[in-house]
């Protein structure tokens, strides 16, 4: 069956880094966009960031631009969030979620997705 599995949470102090990996088994990702999202408690669910299924393509929400990088490895069937800088704002549940197709967006429906890692940002 398919299965997303996140790891690489953690708590950190503000300004620090996490890199945060999704590995997946039941399909291969060369033919898969996946996207990072986050929830915190009382939020809705957001969008981080996205990558298209050949890496050709990335997509920020804006407040993490310039501090999060999504990368891919397709033969490894793994997805990787790095963070730095992170700010307090930055403290959420993380899943990756995965979708059949060649585009990235982060508005877009998901059909498989993780059981998420907790990422705390605190002094």
């Known amino acids: 069956q398919v299965q997303l599995v996140e790891s690489g949470g953690g708590f950190v102090q503000p300004g620090g880094s996490l890199r945060l990996s999704c590995v997946v088994s039941?399909?291969?990702?060369?033919?898969?966009?996946i996207a990072w999202f986050r929830q915190a408690p009382g939020k809705e669910r957001e969008g981080v960031s996205c990558?298209?299924?050949?890496?050709?393509?990335?997509v920020y929400v804006n407040s993490v631009k310039g501090r999060f990088t999504i990368s891919r490895d397709n033969a490894k069937n793994t997805v990787y969030l790095q963070m730095n800088s992170l700010k307090s704002e930055d403290t959420a549940v993380y899943y990756c979620a995965a979708r059949s197709g060649y585009v990235c967006s982060i508005l877009t429906a998901y059909k498989y997705w993780g059981q998420g890692t907790q990422v705390t940002v605190s002094s």
């Open positions: 990558i298209n299924s050949r890496a050709t393509d990335t």
């Open positions: 039941g399909f291969t990702l060369d033919y898969y966009a």
